[in-house]
Each structure stands twice: as C-alpha cells, then as structure tokens.
C-alpha cells in the first residue's frame, strides 16, 4: 500500500516495508477517531488518524493529513480586518 503526503506542494508516497515518521505520533495511541492538529517541517496541517481493527484485533492505525495554509492565511486576514474595523 502506498500512502500519499502532501508536504507543502510536494508530494510522496510512502511505501511499504519502509519505516516513515506518522504524522501525527500522539494520534497513533488513539483507540477511538480523532482529529489533531500538528506542524511538519513548518506546515500546519490537521491529521485524523483512525485505528484499524480485524476481528476486534487492532491492525494499526490509518491516519490522513490536510493542510490548513488556506484556514490560516483566512484567519489571519479576519484579525487584521477586525482590527482595523474596531
């Protein structure tokens, strides 16, 4: 299975048999769902990271990532009109 990451505007795949960081290590000890937001490499992104089971077994843990560059960049641009307005 290859799993694709998008860093910045680049993108890898990772392949299997190949150890690579998880985006999110905190999310790993998860037993439910759940969203969190990291920073890789100075890119804020929002990882979910969901385990896997088989047959009650837990398998691992598949965790996908977006960046927030767009969510920030509107945020901050919220605040400077807020400012300016008030």
């Given at each position: 299975?290859?799993?694709?990451?998008?860093?910045?505007?680049?993108?890898?795949?990772?392949?299997?048999?190949?150890?690579?960081?998880a985006?999110?290590?905190?999310?790993?000890?998860?037993?439910?769902?759940?969203?969190?937001?990291?920073?890789?490499?100075d890119?804020?992104?929002?990882?979910?990271?969901?385990?896997?089971?088989?047959?009650?077994?837990?398998?691992?843990?598949?965790?996908?990532?977006?960046?927030?560059?767009?969510?920030?960049?509107?945020?901050?641009?919220?605040?400077?009109?807020?400012?300016?307005?008030?």
């Amino acid at each position: 299975m290859l799993r694709p990451a998008w860093i910045g505007t680049t993108a890898r795949l990772y392949q299997p048999g190949r150890l690579q960081p998880a985006f999110d290590p905190t999310g790993l000890q998860s037993s439910k769902p759940i969203f969190r937001d990291v920073f890789i490499q100075d890119f804020h992104l929002r990882v979910l990271s969901v385990p896997l089971e088989v047959g009650g077994r837990p398998i691992g843990t598949l965790q996908l990532a977006t960046s927030l560059a767009v969510a920030d960049a509107t945020l901050r641009a919220l605040v400077t009109v807020l400012l300016i307005g008030s």
